[in-house]
């Protein structure tokens, strides 16, 4: 099941308001939800432009406002993780989450991992995603103070 599934399956009726973290530059799963009559708003520095996104980190909106945040792969990237799930706490009272134990991975699984991005950049060399590199040295600074 692909993370807009697993959301869909988890989700209150509409017309609740849901807020996507870290949508990414493709746009999350803002379309999806709001074609099924949410409100809908995706965050992320690398968001989409136009009508349902914001270009922002999470941590510069007012909490409060939403029945439900979802985030897909984004939990990594927040640093310190127990501060910013405190943040996002305040920011609704269920949080849907698709993420991974960053601390627990190992060597095998970093380099697994890279060698992914690696075949990536070979495959689609002219579309880097945005924010792909910096994202990257985040990892790697995170993985040495551990
Ligand atoms: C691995 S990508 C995942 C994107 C998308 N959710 C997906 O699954 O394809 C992580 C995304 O989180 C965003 N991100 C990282 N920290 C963030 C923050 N504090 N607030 C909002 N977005 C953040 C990054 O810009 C990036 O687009």
Redesign the pocket.
């Known amino acids: 099941m692909d ?1 807009t599934g697993f959301v869909l399956q988890h989700l209150p009726p509409p017309p609740a308001r849901v807020l ?7 746009g ?2 803002v379309p999806a939800l709001a074609a099924l009559g949410y409100e809908a708003l995706g ?5 989409p432009e136009g009508d349902g996104y914001v270009r ?5 909106l007012e909490p409060g406002r939403w029945d439900v945040v979802v ?4 939990l ?3 640093w310190p993780i127990a501060e ?1 799930l405190d943040r996002l706490a305040a920011f609704a009272p269920l949080l849907l989450v ?1 993420e991974f134990a960053s601390d627990r991975i190992d060597e095998a699984a970093q380099d697994w991992y890279e060698a992914q991005h690696r075949l990536w950049q070979v495959a689609r060399p002219a579309t880097p ?3 792909a590199a910096a ?1 990257r040295r985040r990892w790697r600074r995170a993985r040495a103070s551990w």
Request: net charge negative.
């Open positions: 993370f996507e973290v870290g949508c990414g530059s493709a999350g799963v965050v992320d520095p690398d968001a922002a980190r999470f941590e510069e985030a897909g792969r984004v990594h990237h927040v910013g698709d995603p945005a924010g994202a």
